[in-house]
């Protein structure tokens, strides 16, 4: 097995937490070989876990080390730019959710892509657990007739805090945060439009992060929508219901954060005959139970089959199925054509909010 040597852009929480134990889990195929921060303390930190180099720009990383594969972990609004300079060395990208913030930009990444001639897969991890392939096996065609998504969560430091230390960092350049912010109304005021409310930009930005998951997972098991029935959001954007089209059936999506130590995020789906679901868990707690669970009945017999078919980490499938990608050119679960069809439809949520 050819061991693939990484370059990770972004040393902060999801780095910390869950990559680079990751990638520690898999030696024979990874190997982080340099680390890249705005903060140098970050970037030594998370070096220094795997031995690895440390940069403060991307370009300089992949123009001095001989990496295979870049991991995009930073702030949303520098995944396009850091994903195309790795695309541009001659890199394969993993690039977290979500891949950028309009379809403009995730447009410059496909011809990147395109013209390197390079493996590209979006960090929706949600769609690797083995409780999802089960859910979406077991479907197999049904004609759906209802669906059901949820994810109402607690803060994720409740849940980090309890089983690890993530270090953080005050040594950002000082016109890091006024460069960040610029590029943030750039470009979510390409995709909502530059006069957007705070609220629907704050609800935006939440579709983008949690929401993405639960959108892109629907998507890959019953397709996208045929439109947005209905949408609103409250509390400056922390809670966003919404009503998606699908013409035969139509699918609730419920989304919100609050300060209750819950993790309230499930897909179900009703065929008429079987009801079919999965649960999710943390991500930030490795290797907490992901399952599937399918109801039905038989005579006076309710059947019911709860199963966890897998004690794989969703990331390290994802990671092993990306290995898979670049050594043997094998399927890609989550494409960046899909991430765009994401990000329209998220789009189109906030513009349902004034219908």
């Avoid at 070989?33 to 930190?45: H, M, N, P, R, Y």
């Avoid at 929508?225 to 954007?237: E, L, M």
Wanted: net charge negative; charged share 20%; with cysteine.
């Amino acid at each position: 097995m050819s061991a693939l040597n990484v370059g990770i852009v972004g040393a902060g929480t999801v780095t910390q937490v869950v990559h680079l134990p990751t990638f520690a889990g898999l030696p024979g195929m990874f190997n982080v070989q340099a680390v890249c921060d705005f903060s140098a303390t970050l970037a030594k930190a998370a070096a220094g876990a795997c031995g690895a180099a440390t940069y403060g720009s991307v370009e300089d990383m992949v123009e001095s080390e001989a990496l295979d594969v870049v991991l995009v972990a930073h702030a949303d609004e520098f995944h396009a730019d850091a994903a195309i300079t790795a695309l541009e060395a001659g890199c394969h990208v993993l690039v977290e959710k979500p891949a950028a913030l309009n379809s403009g930009d995730i447009d410059r990444m496909i011809d990147a892509r395109d013209k390197a001639r390079k493996v590209v897969m979006v960090g929706y991890m949600r769609r690797f657990a083995g409780a999802y392939r089960r859910l979406r096996d077991e479907l197999n065609g049904a004609e759906v007739k209802h669906a059901s998504v949820r994810d109402i969560i607690g803060p994720n430091g409740y849940f980090i805090g309890q089983v690890t230390e993530v270090l953080r960092a005050n040594d950002f350049p000082a016109d890091a945060d006024e460069i960040s912010k610029q590029r943030l109304k750039n470009q979510i005021g390409e995709a909502i439009g530059p006069e957007a409310p705070a609220d629907h930009v704050g609800a935006y930005r939440m579709l983008c992060g949690l929401g993405s998951h639960d959108l892109s997972a629907l998507h890959g098991l019953i397709g996208g929508p045929v439109g947005v029935a209905g949408a609103a959001q409250r509390s400056g954007g922390r809670f966003v219901s919404a009503i998606l089209n699908y013409d035969n059936f139509v699918a609730t999506f419920e989304m919100g954060v609050d300060q209750v130590g819950d993790f309230d995020c499930f897909i179900e789906l009703f065929t008429g005959d079987r009801r079919l679901r999965i649960d999710y868990d943390t991500p930030y707690i490795r290797n907490l139970p992901i399952t599937f669970t399918s109801k039905s009945t038989s005579g006076d017999c309710l059947e019911l089959t709860i199963d966890r078919p897998s004690y794989r980490d969703a990331y390290a499938l994802q990671w092993m199925e990306f290995h898979t990608a670049v050594i043997a050119g094998g399927p890609q679960e989550s494409t960046l054509e899909q991430a765009k069809r994401d990000q329209k439809l998220f789009a189109a949520i906030v513009a349902a909010f004034d219908a």
